[in-house]
């Protein structure tokens, strides 16, 4: 997997169904701490609101999800708000789904809609972007193998970000994960240049 999809920019999203008012707002979250932040935030600013319902999904590759109903009937509030995160494959991201009571109850079907309508509006809302999964590059070589590391970072599309070219030279660069596997057996059959990945 060379890329994923989060969002860039917050997302807002409303929903009314028989008196309840349901707010919305998704969010770039990439762990606990910062999903913890937003509920405290959200919690202040909607102190009066009966129920903050939310889920999220942390990882790119080690995903770690969450669904809260926070007092709304079992699996009827975090697991729709879940259930529109993995339809559009996002990562890293926090939706937090706000329910003023208007006093009439809305049943667990009526509440899975009214929270995935919800859910669904704030990720319309935000912007979503795709990001590469990179690797750091450290490339040190004699100036002599310049013009052969050049050609080889070249065809494994690194993007320099740093270099010294003296006696001694040095290449820094994010390398996409997948071609960060072909580095071996690209510098395999010269030991002058020398690699490391972080």
Do not use: W
Not at 81 to 103: A, E, K, P
Request: with cysteine; aromatic share 8%.
């Amino acid at each position: 997997m060379d890329s994923y999809l989060t969002i860039s920019k917050a997302g807002e999203g409303f929903y009314k169904e028989k008196g309840s008012k349901f707010i919305a707002i998704a969010n770039y979250a990439e762990s606990e701490v910062t999903v913890q932040s937003n509920l405290d935030g959200l919690r202040k600013q909607y102190y009066d609101a009966r129920h903050h319902c939310y889920a999220y999904s942390l990882g790119i590759e080690n995903v770690r999800t969450r669904a809260n109903d926070d007092g709304e009937p079992g699996h009827s509030a975090g697991d729709p708000i879940l259930g529109q995160i993995r339809s559009l494959d996002l990562h890293n991201c926090l939706v937090v789904v706000i329910r003023y009571f208007g006093g009439t109850k809305l049943g667990v079907g009526g509440l899975i809609h009214a929270y995935k309508t919800a859910a669904a509006s704030a990720l319309e809302d935000a912007t979503i972007v795709k990001k590469k999964i990179t690797q750091s590059l450290e490339v040190r070589f004699p100036y002599t193998e310049t013009n052969e590391v050049m050609r080889k970072l070249n065809e494994l599309e690194v993007e320099i970000v740093n270099q010294e070219f003296t006696m001694d030279c040095l290449i820094q660069g994010e390398i996409l994960k997948s071609q960060a596997l072909r580095l071996p057996e690209a510098f395999k059959l010269n030991s002058l240049i020398q690699f490391t990945l972080q």
